[in-house]
């Protein structure tokens, strides 16, 4: 995954770019048009001396074709696969809806290489800007803006400046049922980053932890804390920083649940690194999973994606399928944008490799 794709977390929306669109001539219009029947007909050799003559593999239309040999030859041709047509819909999407499970798998699977491929590319860039000179290499957080500025609670939400909800209230089931899971017992150890409307924290709190670890980076929020008398309840101590900051005062915990706000799945892979150093033999780690939350395939892919590489970090991922009501265009209200429209949860539980 991308910087900027996704986000695990609540993420404020980026500047939208102008979105070029590209002016072909009539006669380069025809041969997209051919080529999209020859697609939806299952003709790859078609498809193929189209291409070749040199129809644009970015076209788009209405049209759904689903053969195999066709997708494979467009993807290998560089049609992106997460561009979406003119219903907003995916190439995964239609698959899955049509029961195509050969090309759905096929998606899946070629997404997975090219992300991280893409992955790899990004690391590399990084690496070369290490060597760049110290006063160059300033980091900023990914969310200084958000930070930055005043927060307003209402009694269902919590927004920003520009109306991005940062939590809402819907998701409180969702909280329940991380805290359910990563509770086996009571008088456990756990760790909570990111305090929000305090849901998870409520909720953890019925398990009657020995300890419990809130890390919190927003003022406006760490204020809310302290008059909602957080810093008073037996067992809990709060972080106040952002948790890259706060490493160092960590302790070890039995279970640990993160979901912040403005950050990328590169941020939470950094604290998905973190996990199997700070994480008790038998404990559970879980995060808010608005991986692709708006789109059903890419939640898909990157669901997959995020168990490998936390595979890789020593940590095995199962995902709970937490069947939810959408929620309501009333629930949105007053909010910038939607960040979550699956009709379902992949609520991930992760372990120690060396646990399962
Ligand atoms: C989505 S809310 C958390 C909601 C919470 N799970 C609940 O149940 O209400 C995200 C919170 O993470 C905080 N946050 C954002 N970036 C952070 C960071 N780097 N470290 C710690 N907290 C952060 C935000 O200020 C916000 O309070």
């Not at 029947?37 to 193929?48: K, P, R």
Request: some cysteine; aromatic content about 8%.
């Amino acid at each position: 995954m991308n910087e900027g794709d996704n986000s695990a977390s609540k993420e404020a929306p980026a500047n939208k770019e102008e979105s070029a669109v590209p002016t072909r001539t009539e006669e380069e219009v025809n041969l997209c048009k051919q080529m999209m029947e020859a697609a939806s007909a299952g003709d790859n050799a078609t498809v193929e001396l189209l291409l070749k003559k040199g129809a644009d593999v970015h076209y788009r239309d209405d049209k759904a074709g689903g053969h195999l040999e066709v997708v494979q030859n467009l993807i290998l041709s560089g049609h992106p696969w997460n561009e979406v047509d003119n219903e907003a819909k995916s190439a995964g999407e239609y698959a899955e809806e049509n029961g195509q499970d050969d090309v759905y798998n096929f998606l899946l699977e070629e997404e997975e290489e090219i992300e991280e491929k893409k992955e790899g590319g990004e690391e590399e860039k990084e690496e070369e800007a290490v060597q760049e000179p110290r006063e160059k290499k300033k980091k900023v957080a990914p969310n200084q803006d958000y930070l930055d500025q005043k927060l307003h609670y209402s009694e269902d939400k919590l927004l920003d400046e520009e109306d991005n909800a940062v939590m809402m209230s819907w998701e409180g089931p969702l909280m329940e049922k991380h805290a359910e899971l990563m509770c086996t017992r009571e008088g456990m150890h756990v760790m909570n980053v990111g305090f929000g409307l305090g849901l998870v924290d409520e909720a953890l709190q019925k398990y009657k932890p020995a300890s419990h670890t809130i890390v919190e980076a927003h003022p406006d929020v760490y204020a809310r804390m302290l008059e909602l008398g957080w810093d008073k309840r037996p067992g809990v101590k709060i972080l106040f920083g952002r948790w890259q900051d706060v490493v160092l005062q960590m302790e070890t915990y039995d279970g640990i649940f993160f979901d912040t706000f403005g950050e990328f799945w590169k941020d939470l892979r950094q604290f998905c690194e973190l996990v199997p150093s700070i994480l008790n033999p038998g404990g559970v780690y879980s995060f808010f999973n608005g991986l692709g939350g708006s789109n059903p395939f890419f939640h898909a892919v990157y669901c997959r994606i995020a168990e490998m590489e936390m595979l890789q970090m020593g940590l095995e991922t199962t995902y709970i399928k937490v069947e939810m009501e959408e929620p309501t265009d009333k629930a949105w209200d007053g909010v910038a944008r939607k960040y979550f429209t699956l009709n379902h949860y992949n609520l991930p539980m992760c372990r120690l490799i060396d646990d399962v």
